[in-house]
T-cell receptor, first 116, second 116 residues
Framework: AQSVAQPEDQVNVAEGNPLTVKCTYS??????LFWYVQYPNRGLQFLLK??????LVKGSYGFEAEFNKSQTSFHLKKPSALVSDSALYFC??????????????FGTGTRLTIIP | EPEVTQTPSHQVTQMGQEVILRCVPI?????FYWYRQILGQKVEFLVS????????KSEIFDDQFSVERPDGSNFTLKIRSTKLEDSAMYFC??????????????FGPGTRLTVL
């Protein structure tokens, strides 16, 4: 089984400050981890992913995420928040070891609001 | 940049009616998916489709649902007899078929289905 938890429904950050959106996961094998962002009336946009290798992965719009195997976490970060980063962020996981398993399992989402 | 497109953006139907939701995946992609998001809840996997057959489906995807690739570009989700609880945002996604299995799924903007 695979699952994702996003412990915060809402995160508020002042513009220019660093931001973190938290995600923890559970898989029985090797995780394939994603962050997607949803702007109002838009679909889910791919931000970044982790498969193997460097634990710090960089993605679109200056976002990055840190994979921590011991804590089973994949937190999304950005050094300096912009008002335009305000959106709904989803973490997702897929168990790579389970061949034939194609589905992504999503978290409940975190609404990020950047305050000017 | 290639995108997944979906039509219509909003569909209103009466309970018991059939609906067909349409998607045009990214042109060189071979794997197709449907997900849904009931208002205020997480994004849930419905079905994946490859090589003209269902690859994987969730317990949500019962006999009321069917998928089809009627031509070289469209991918459809049919709900035979809609229920109130089918009201949700339905997302189509597509991915390349990499031999490593390390695909990234790209999502469309969604169709909001309202069942009255």
């Amino acid at each position: 089984a695979q699952s994702v938890a996003q412990p915060e429904d809402q995160v508020n950050v002042a513009e220019g400050n660093p931001l973190t959106v938290k995600c923890t996961y559970s898989v029985s094998g090797n995780p394939y981890l994603f962050w997607y962002v949803q702007y109002p009336n838009r679909g889910l946009q791919f931000l970044l992913k982790y498969i193997t290798g460097d634990n710090l992965v960089k993605g679109s719009y200056g976002f990055e995420a840190e994979f921590n195997k011991s804590q089973t976490s994949f937190h999304l970060k950005k050094p300096s928040a912009l008002v335009s980063d305000s959106a709904l962020y989803f973490c997702a996981v897929r168990d790579l070891t389970n061949f034939g398993n194609e589905k992504l399992t999503f978290g409940t989402g975190t609404r990020l609001t950047i305050i000017p | 940049e290639p995108e997944v497109t979906q039509t219509p953006s909003h569909q209103v139907t009466q309970m018991g009616q059939e609906v067909i939701l349409r998607c045009v995946p990214i042109s060189n992609h071979l794997y197709f998916y449907w997900y849904r998001q009931i208002l205020g809840q997480k994004v849930e996997f419905l079905v994946s489709f490859y090589n003209n057959e269902i690859s994987e489906k969730s317990e949500i995807f019962d006999d009321q649902f069917s998928v089809e690739r009627p031509d070289g570009s469209n991918f459809t989700l049919k709900i035979r007899s809609t229920k109130l609880e089918d009201s949700a945002m339905y997302f189509c996604a597509s991915s390349e078929r990499k031999t490593s299995g390390r695909d990234t799924q790209y999502f469309g903007p969604g169709t909001r289905l309202t069942v009255l």
